[in-house]
């Protein structure tokens, strides 16, 4: 994500995440509950947030889990625990804009339950160990475990697009889906073994209706995206070549793959898979007969494309260069305009999974 607080930073243009974290928190506080029923409420509390990201998302999830475990705590006249907050991201993430925000979080609280928080950052990929054995109770991610560990392999062909789109080779799905079935493995792992017993865990992050990956269903962002590096292929703007060697890792799965790939891992039960049709967030209060002119979708546009340059910048420029980032991103936001003045595609939504697990028990076999 880029960071700091800029035009175009992640922090300032988190929008749709927002909205999202708000349409799902009733998932994030049954949880939480849940948790503290079947852990019978100790001392101390640690919480893993799994790419936390950066700016005020990450505090709204953090609010919401402090929330409802001291609120949980004085309902039954329970002592008040300590809860141990670890954000975690890449190295590279942004944590100073988050850690900012920590003091002023810090004194919203009231005074009896403020020095029971603390905050840290855990610097590292979530595809890997990040804390010791069986001492964290309760992992949450928003937004994170759809991105990939890495570009998948045996993408040489897809020269054509930067993901996944209608048409291409039909072995890039399987690459993209053989990535994400090895990622989502190696993350259920990882967390199952840092997990309490009965330990739990909540994901947010964007999935899709059908089997079918090139469908309409399939994130929109990546193919504008394409169409635009496209365009600036054929203006000799970005070589060919470096358009060829160009893929997004993300991946969008089903919730039949979700299930099978949580099953065949083992260590967690699936509570609950919640599927939430999530609306775009940027439309254009115009009547009808103005509907049509592409003047009055532009803001709209703009607004959408510096979004995706706050999810898409870092990524780029390590491939093409900061000399594209502006060519690219203006495209995008006329491209926007243009689909949103077209009647027939609205309303767009994005399909957003919100799934929880619980930690199993180990099932000890007789000597």
């Avoid at 243009?13 to 509950?33: C, G, I, L």
């Avoid at 889906?177 to 840092?194: A, G, V, Y």
């Amino acid at each position: 994500m880029k960071g700091g607080t800029g035009e175009h930073s992640y922090a300032t243009n988190a929008n749709v995440q927002r909205r999202a974290s708000y349409e799902t928190r009733h998932v994030v506080v049954e949880h939480v509950r849940e948790m503290l029923r079947k852990i019978a409420f100790p001392g101390c509390i640690k919480v893993a947030d799994f790419g936390c990201s950066s700016g005020q998302n990450t505090l709204l999830a953090m609010s919401v889990m402090f929330n409802t475990i001291m609120e949980s705590y004085q309902h039954i006249g329970q002592n008040l625990p300590e809860i141990d907050f670890c954000l975690n991201d890449l190295p590279e993430n942004d944590f100073n804009t988050t850690f900012k925000l920590v003091p002023s979080f810090l004194e919203k609280l009231e005074m009896d339950v403020r020095g029971r928080c603390f905050v840290s950052g855990v610097p590292g990929s979530f595809y890997s160990r990040l804390f010791p054995s069986k001492s964290v109770h309760f992992s949450h991610s928003s937004f994170s475990v759809h991105w990939l560990s890495k570009v998948p392999e045996g993408l040489d062909n897809n020269t054509k697009s930067i993901h996944i789109k209608d048409p291409c080779p039909p072995n890039v799905y399987k690459s993209y889906l053989n990535q994400f079935k090895k990622d989502f493995t190696l993350f259920l792992r990882m967390r199952s073994e840092e997990a309490v017993p009965n330990g739990h865990m909540v994901l947010t992050f964007v999935g899709r209706k059908v089997s079918d990956s090139l469908s309409k269903d399939c994130f929109q962002v990546w193919s504008l995206l394409s169409d635009c590096v496209l365009e600036l292929v054929s203006e000799g703007v970005v070589k060919e070549s470096e358009m060829e060697s160009f893929n997004i890792p993300f991946y969008n799965p089903t919730e039949e793959e979700v299930r099978e790939f949580v099953l065949e891992e083992g260590s967690f039960e699936i509570n609950k898979i919640e599927k939430i049709d999530h609306f775009r967030p940027y439309k254009i209060d115009r009547s009808e007969e103005e509907d049509e002119d592409l003047s009055l979708h532009l803001e709209a546009g703009k607004k959408h494309a510096s979004w995706a340059r706050s999810i898409t910048e870092p990524l780029l420029v390590a491939h093409f260069g900061d000399a594209i980032i502006e060519p690219v991103f203006d495209k995008y936001a006329r491209y926007m305009a243009k689909y949103l003045s077209v009647s027939n595609h609205r309303p767009n939504t994005t399909l957003i999974f919100v799934v929880s697990l619980t930690r199993v028990h180990s099932m000890m076999l007789p000597i």
